[in-house]
């Protein structure tokens, strides 16, 4: 582009169409979108949040599940007592006399 000097003094020059320059025209008709940070690392904090959140929720429902686990504990601990008592010896021996 050669420098032309016959250029009319009042004559409206053109912006300077770089960011930050103070000439830049508004922008119209131009739709911008952004991302949240949460949307473009969805997974920043997913461990923490999933430790955390596990131990609230099953420390709220501990009452719920815990009892009747610890019932079926003692139940089949008795039973596999009782079990291996009336299959022994002495077991097999207080039955015959029962009967």
Known sequence: M??????????PHQPV????HKDL??????????LSSKR????????HNAIFNTFRRSKNQILYWAPPLLAAYL???WANSRNEYLNSKAG????????
């Open 17 to 20: 169409l770089c960011p930050g």
């Open 92 to 99: 097999r021996a207080e039955e015959v006399d029962s009967e």
């Open 75 to 77: 139940i089949m601990d």
């Open 25 to 34: 025209p508004a922008q119209r008709g131009i739709i911008s979108y952004r």
């Open 2 to 11: 050669e420098y032309n000097q016959d250029l009319p003094k009042g004559a």
């Open 40 to 47: 473009l690392n969805p997974l920043s904090h997913a461990i």
